[in-house]
C-alpha cells in the first residue's frame, strides 16, 4: 500500500533550527541597530556596528547549534550503546521490558509478546531505540544539518534590517528599523507556522511580540545611554 500522507515531524530538526536562526538574526541585528541608533550616532557606525553583529551571530549560532545538538547525539549513540550491551546480555529481560511498553500502549499481553518478539527479530535495536528510548531516525540529532541551517537563517534574517540602514537617513531609522523588522518578523511566524501546519496568526503572533519585547528594551538602553560612539 503506497504510503500518501505527509507527515512534517522529519522537519523538527531543520525547522527549529532555521526558525531560530532567522529570528535571532532580526531581533538581534534590530535590537543592535536601534540600541545604536537611540544613542544618536552617524548612519555609517550603524551599518558597520550591524555588519559586526552580523558575523558574530551568524557564527555564534552555528557554533552554538553544533555543539548544543552534537551533546543530544552523544546522548542518543551513549543509550543506544547501552542498549545494545543490555539486548546481548539480557534478552529475555529486554523482551519483557518491550512487551510491556506494548501492553500500556494497548494491546492484550499476549499480542503484544508476539509483537516484541517479531520486532526484535528484525531489528531488536531498532525497536528498543525508537519504543523504549523515543529515538527515531525522522528525529534524530543532526548537528551539522542543525549548525547550517541556524547560521544561514540568522544571515538572511539579519540583512533584512540592514537593508533598511541603507534606505533610510539616521533620523528615521528607529521607526524605519522598528516597523519593519516587526513586518519581517511577522512573515517569519507566519511561514513557520505554515511548515509546521501551525496557526499562521498564532505564530506570527508571538514571534512577534518577543520580537518587539526585545527590541523596545534594547533602544531603551540606548536612550538610558545616549552617548555617541
Same mark, same amino acid.
Given at each position: 500500500?503506497?504510503?500518501?500522507?505527509?507527515?512534517?515531524?522529519?522537519?523538527?530538526?531543520?525547522?527549529?533550527?532555521?526558525?531560530?536562526?532567522?529570528?535571532?538574526?532580526?531581533?538581534?541585528?534590530?535590537?543592535?541597530?536601534?540600541?545604536?541608533?537611540?544613542?544618536?550616532?552617524?548612519?555609517?557606525?550603524?551599518?558597520?556596528?550591524?555588519?559586526?553583529?552580523?558575523?558574530?551571530?551568524?557564527?555564534?549560532?552555528?557554533?552554538?547549534?553544533?555543539?548544543?545538538?552534537?551533546?543530544?547525539?552523544?546522548?542518543?549513540?551513549?543509550?543506544?550503546?547501552?542498549?545494545?550491551?543490555?539486548?546481548?546480555?539480557?534478552?529475555?529481560?529486554?523482551?519483557?521490558?518491550?512487551?510491556?511498553?506494548?501492553?500500556?500502549?494497548?494491546?492484550?499481553?499476549?499480542?503484544?509478546?508476539?509483537?516484541?518478539?517479531? &520486532?526484535?527479530?528484525?531489528? #531488536? +535495536? @531498532? /525497536?528498543?531505540?525508537?519504543?523504549?528510548? %523515543?529515538? *527515531?531516525?525522522?528525529? !534524530? $540529532?543532526?548537528?551539522?544539518?542543525?549548525?547550517?541551517?541556524?547560521?544561514?537563517?540568522?544571515?538572511?534574517?539579519?540583512?533584512?534590517?540592514?537593508?533598511?540602514?541603507?534606505?533610510?537617513?539616521?533620523?528615521?531609522?528607529?521607526?524605519?528599523?522598528?516597523?519593519?523588522? &516587526?513586518?519581517?518578523?511577522? #512573515? +517569519? @511566524? /507566519?511561514?513557520?507556522?505554515?511548515?509546521? %501546519?501551525? *496557526?499562521?496568526?498564532? !505564530? $506570527?503572533?508571538?514571534?512577534?511580540?518577543?520580537?518587539?519585547?526585545?527590541?523596545?528594551?534594547?533602544?531603551?538602553?540606548?536612550?538610558?545611554?545616549?552617548?555617541?560612539?
Amino acid at each position: 500500500m503506497r504510503h500518501i500522507e505527509a507527515h512534517r515531524t522529519q522537519r523538527v530538526g531543520w525547522l527549529r533550527a532555521a526558525v531560530l536562526g532567522a529570528n535571532d538574526g532580526i531581533v538581534s541585528t534590530a535590537s543592535l541597530v536601534l540600541g545604536v541608533a537611540a544613542a544618536g550616532t552617524s548612519s555609517q557606525t550603524i551599518l558597520v556596528a550591524g555588519v559586526a553583529g552580523l558575523v558574530a551571530g551568524a557564527m555564534s549560532m552555528a557554533a552554538g547549534e553544533y555543539v548544543s545538538v552534537c551533546s543530544q547525539a552523544d546522548t542518543e549513540r551513549s543509550d543506544l550503546d547501552r542498549e545494545r550491551q543490555e539486548l546481548a546480555a539480557y534478552p529475555e529481560h529486554e523482551h519483557a521490558e518491550l512487551k510491556e511498553i506494548y501492553v500500556q500502549r494497548g494491546l492484550d499481553r499476549r499480542l503484544a509478546a508476539e509483537v516484541a518478539t517479531q &520486532l526484535m527479530q528484525h531489528d #531488536a +535495536l @531498532g /525497536a528498543h531505540g525508537r519504543d523504549e528510548l %523515543g529515538i *527515531s531516525a525522522a528525529l !534524530a $540529532a543532526r548537528p551539522l544539518q542543525a549548525a547550517l541551517a541556524s547560521a544561514a537563517t540568522f544571515s538572511v534574517g539579519a540583512v533584512l534590517p540592514l537593508l533598511i540602514v541603507l534606505l533610510f537617513p539616521s533620523s528615521d531609522l528607529i521607526w524605519a528599523v522598528s516597523g519593519a523588522s &516587526l513586518v519581517f518578523l511577522a #512573515a +517569519l @511566524g /507566519a511561514l513557520s507556522g505554515w511548515a509546521g %501546519g501551525a *496557526s499562521l496568526t498564532r !505564530a $506570527a503572533a508571538r514571534v512577534t511580540f518577543w520580537g518587539a519585547s526585545a527590541m523596545a528594551l534594547t533602544a531603551g538602553v540606548g536612550v538610558l545611554f545616549g552617548v555617541s560612539v
